[in-house]
């Protein structure tokens, strides 16, 4: 009688071994996969240009305070359009998607109660009234225009105003700063393949990022907005654009080649 080793032999399919030396290769394929890479070398490099700043925005206010919610806002309403007939006759709006040389929007819109004690003491307080503000923004490129605007605006004050790159500006000194960065991320991938000892390299991954940073701008409460209404609604705020530096890092990793 054969033996139980013998019959489980005659039992096994064909294709067995073929089953078998695929799971070995799939295996061993996996293993490869999983191995770390060899000569591969992280490296980054960064290009920066510092640009005057040509974008103007000022944020210009109005408050009102009332024993009624809805009449602060209809009085705040009521300062807004004043002040947005005035401003839209000075709107220089741009062309073919540019920036405008002066622009308008609106700001915040906002009605809030004001607490006060209840008579009789205790920790409990009830509304006592209501305040709100509402605001305005005027910006673009033309300072002269933006900052006599400012001055007209009478019943709103300024209460912010900043210096920034314009989109244009923004996206070509991105692009020169750019092509910069890449270039100097070239030349540090030949020297390093060079001083390593291989002859040539290829790109494995690389990213490109970029950002603007400015410099401080003053802010202007109302007290000082006041003043400036005082001197005259002709005579503009004096301002002055700081500088924003625009920079440009470009960071990956390479696989050296032999020679």
């Known amino acids: 009688m054969p033996s139980t080793s013998l019959l489980s032999k005659k039992r096994l399919p064909a294709w067995w ?10 295996a061993s394929a996996q293993t490869l996969l999983q191995s ?3 000569n591969v070398l992280n490296l980054s490099a960064e290009a920066s240009r510092e640009v005057p700043q040509d974008w103007l925005s000022i944020t210009l206010g109005v408050s009102r305070e009332g024993s009624e919610a809805a009449a602060v806002q209809s009085q705040l309403r009521q300062a807004l359009d004043a002040a947005l007939v005035e401003a839209r006759k000075a709107v220089q709006p741009g062309q073919s998607g540019q920036s405008g040389q002066l622009e308008l929007r609106s700001g915040t819109f906002s ?3 004001r607490y006060a004690p209840r008579p009789g ?3 409990s307080s009830s509304i006592s009234g209501w305040q709100g503000r509402a605001e305005l923004v005027i910006e673009g490129r033309d300072t002269a225009a933006l900052s006599q605007l400012a001055g007209r605006l009478s019943g709103l004050t300024v209460s912010r105003l900043g210096f920034s790159l314009s989109r244009e500006a923004r996206e070509k000194v991105e692009s020169e700063v750019a092509a910069q960065a ?3 991320f070239k030349v540090k991938a030949a020297s390093y393949a060079q001083q390593f ?8 991954e690389v990213t490109v990022g970029g950002g603007e940073s400015g410099q401080a701008q003053p802010v202007f409460y109302r007290a000082a907005a006041t003043a400036m209404s005082a001197r005259g609604a002709e005579e503009s705020q004096p301002v002055e654009p700081g500088k924003s530096l625009v920079s440009v890092t470009v960071s990956g990793s390479i696989q050296l080649s032999p020679r």
Do not use: K, T
């Open 121 to 123: 003491g205790g920790s």
């Open 182 to 184: 890449i270039d100097r």
């Open 111 to 113: 009605i809030f109660p």
């Open 36 to 38: 770390p890479p060899q």
């Open 197 to 204: 000892g291989f002859g040539s390299y290829s790109l494995r």
């Open 17 to 26: 071994p073929v089953l078998l030396l695929a799971g070995c290769a799939s």
